[in-house]
């Protein structure tokens, strides 16, 4: 069982950068492939990024490509997704998944995060 945990999320004007957090604790969380997803109002969740376990690779979706960058310390089995030049379109629900696969697809993520709001206000 791994407990996922997100912080970092608020309120921001467009153009601000913010950071948030993901906390994976368990005995094994360290060897999972992590990634975030965020959902907006009223429509769907979809994948913003992901890295994963033994190499750190990154995946990014288009939208927030070269705006955002994910990062990982394995020491501390944490996640980070440090998001910059946000705007409206960024605001929503940002979700932390971790799971075995290697993968970014939702379903194919083990375990989740409760998700911590970002608002960008224009």
């Known amino acids: 069982q791994v407990l996922v945990v997100e912080s970092g999320g608020g309120l921001v004007q467009a153009g601000v950068s913010l950071r948030l957090s993901c906390a994976a604790s368990g005995r094994t969380a360290s060897a999972y492939h992590m990634g975030w997803f965020r959902q907006a109002p009223g429509k769907e969740r979809e994948f913003v990024a992901r890295?994963?376990?033994?190499?750190?690779?990154?995946y990014y979706a288009d939208s927030v490509k070269g705006r955002f960058t994910i990062s990982r310390d394995y020491a501390k089995n944490m996640m980070y997704l440090q998001m910059n030049s946000l705007s409206p379109e960024d605001a929503g629900v940002y979700y932390c998944?971790?799971?075995?696969?290697?993968?970014?697809?939702?379903?194919?993520?083990?375990?989740w995060g409760q998700g911590t709001q970002v608002t960008v206000s224009s």
């Open positions: 890295i994963t376990w033994r190499r750190g690779n990154t």
């Open positions: 998944a971790v799971g075995l696969a290697d993968t970014g697809t939702q379903a194919d993520y083990d375990y």
